[in-house]
């Protein structure tokens, strides 16, 4: 635990060193947010505050796992294929979510067509669930209070997909306000930290606390105003690579748990979305996600952001102790 705690304190100071030519370099190539027209008014003044923001945590996070693992990359032992995953889902994950900015920036405000971001999300998740299946031999879940994993057989390829595509989209609803994401997701990866270091997967613990460092670099331009987006390039990445995490640790139904207010996030797209079409037209939320909901009832963004960071640590407590049962 001393070794991962001293490379997550590495890896913010680092991310942070990247941070400001990060931010000039995004000023000049004008890769600037675009704000929805529908959204709260607040939020007009963010318009052009540069995004693709999650490149402040890629970077420093696969360049420092990639250095210390590059000998058991190259062995292909256990420990480097083990790691390959999780950084290989933050790779493609990241490139899918860049694209997805990019076009945002310069063709459509919108980005990517939904069907087309879907379907390279289901992609990736398959290959990963494969890798996680047939190379890492995973195949079980653990439930608190039972002492023995269940194994579910091949019946874990199609439900680790549907994690990974899941949570993916999850940390990408929550992205809306400053520090929000960002804030949820190191809470959620240091919380599978410590049940990876129960279980004694140092590599996964030294993973886990590096990605908290840069997530935390990435909060010092994103707290309230933000100088920098996270953008889909994060959030993307973030939330499959958290799912990966929780897979490889067999606690991955705990996830919903550790990770609640990304769960309650997308629920309310769901909700809402289908609420409107069954009424033709009227709204559960005053506006989803939900924490769009919360600041048309009045609260500030950074009570909104606050409180569900509060909330999200209390559930990641939670989370912790079902794993020590």
Not at 46 to 68: F, R
């Amino acid at each position: 635990m001393a070794y991962s705690l001293t490379l997550g304190t590495i890896s913010f100071l680092l991310a942070v060193i990247w941070g400001r030519p990060l931010i000039n370099l995004l000023r000049r190539l004008r890769i600037g947010k675009q704000i929805r027209i529908d959204g709260p008014s607040t939020h007009q003044t963010k318009m052009g505050t540069p995004t693709m923001g999650g490149l402040m945590v890629l970077v420093p996070v696969l360049v420092i796992t990639g250095v210390l693992n590059v000998a058991n990359v190259m062995g292909l032992t256990l420990i480097g294929r083990s790691i390959l995953v999780p950084m290989g889902v933050m790779v493609a994950y990241g490139v899918l979510g860049a694209l997805d900015d990019l076009t945002g920036v310069r063709r459509m405000p919108t980005g990517m067509l939904a069907r087309y971001k879907f379907l390279w999300q289901t992609i990736f998740a398959a290959i990963t669930a494969l890798a996680l299946h047939f190379i890492l031999d995973l195949r079980s879940v653990a439930l608190p209070g039972v002492p023995e994993k269940i194994d579910i057989g091949l019946w874990y390829v199609p439900i680790a997909m549907f994690i990974i595509v899941g949570t993916s989209n999850a940390v990408n609803f929550t992205d809306g306000l400053d520090a929000l994401a960002g804030s949820l997701a190191a809470v959620a990866f240091a919380a599978y930290g410590v049940i990876a270091f129960l279980q004694g997967q140092v590599w996964l613990v030294a993973f886990d606390f590096t990605v908290v460092g840069a997530i935390f670099a990435f909060l010092w331009y994103n707290a309230y105003p933000a100088e920098l987006f996270m953008g889909d390039t994060g959030s993307l990445s973030l939330g499959a690579t958290l799912a990966v995490v929780a897979l490889m640790t067999g606690q991955w139904l705990l996830l919903p748990v550790v990770g609640f207010m990304f769960v309650a996030e997308a629920m309310s797209v769901i909700l809402q979305v289908t609420y409107f079409k069954l009424t033709g037209g009227k709204r559960l939320f005053k506006m989803s996600p939900l924490h769009h909901h919360f600041e048309l009832l009045g609260w500030s963004e950074t009570q909104v952001t606050q409180r569900f960071w509060l909330i999200g640590i209390l559930t990641a407590m939670l989370g912790i102790a079902l794993a020590l049962i």
